[in-house]
């Protein structure tokens, strides 16, 4: 399994709303509800924002919201904040029992 | 809430051996356990998982050179990855593998819910 594709950069201005998404295959995206979503500043750890495909772990704005079509993901930021700008990262379990990340999207507020 | 801490040699040689632990503060047990790594300036990778009673699986790209091992008396699990060249500078993350209960059974859901600080690890002669 090749690393998910994401893109390298996305931007927007505050109070827009931007779509990252996240390409896979039919044996890792497009087989599994299991494709999650972390949030990542520079020096920290990641941080779970979504999981299988559209959940919110409790405590995450409801300005993160995740969908699936076919073996497309994709992560959609509302109501974009100064607070916003991180890397992101999406995830799935595969066919092969293993997991894989997508290669991460920087995003800019500008 | 439980929390995840690694531990190890920061600096390691060419063609030595890194050796990182994972103490979590509360029961390793019933859960599966994942390292992830990120080397400077690039994204995550994942590197293998272990379940509390010892299976494991790894990135196929990895496998020939980890192993991950559990301690459940300590609440602790390991990794080891061989033959190390400058490509394994990296950070060095543990994560918990999320699950669902309900009130008669869990399942394992393929997520990282919980996860350490990281342990930068540099591969420097």
């Known amino acids: 399994h090749s690393a998910l594709t994401q893109p390298a950069s996305v931007s927007g201005s505050p109070g827009q709303s931007i779509t990252i998404s996240c390409t896979g295959t039919?044996?890792?995206?497009?087989?599994?509800?299991?494709v999650s979503w972390y949030q990542q500043y520079p020096g920290k750890a990641p941080k779970l924002l979504i999981y299988?495909?559209?959940s919110r772990p409790s405590g995450v704005s409801d300005r993160f919201s995740g969908s699936k079509s076919g073996n497309t993901a994709s992560l959609t930021i509302s109501g974009l904040q100064a607070e916003d700008e991180a890397d992101y990262y999406c995830?799935?379990?595969?066919?092969?029992?293993?997991?894989?990340f997508g290669g991460g999207t920087k995003l800019t507020v500008l | 809430q439980m929390q995840l801490q690694e531990s190890g040699p920061g600096l390691v040689k060419p063609s030595g051996t890194l050796s990182l632990t994972c103490t979590v503060s509360?029961?390793?047990?019933?859960?599966?356990w994942s390292w992830v790594r990120q080397p400077p300036g690039k994204g995550l990778e994942w590197i293998g998982y272990?379940?509390?009673?010892?299976?494991?699986n790894y990135n196929p790209s990895l496998k020939s050179r980890v192993t991950i091992s559990v301690d459940t008396s300590k609440n602790q699990f390991s990794l080891k990855l061989s033959s190390l060249t400058a490509a394994d500078t990296a950070v060095y993350y543990c994560?918990?593998?999320?699950?669902?209960?309900?009130?008669?059974?869990?399942?394992?859901?393929?997520?990282?819910?919980?996860w350490g600080r990281g342990s930068l690890v540099t591969v420097s002669s």
């Open positions: 299988e495909v559209s």
């Open positions: 272990i379940y509390y009673s010892g299976s494991t």
């Open positions: 039919n044996s890792d995206v497009g087989a599994y509800k299991y």
């Open positions: 995830n799935s379990y595969t066919s092969s029992n293993t997991v894989i």
């Open positions: 994560a918990r593998v999320g699950r669902y209960c309900t009130s008669i059974s869990c399942s394992t859901r393929w997520y990282f819910d919980l």
């Open positions: 509360d029961s390793i047990n019933d859960y599966y």
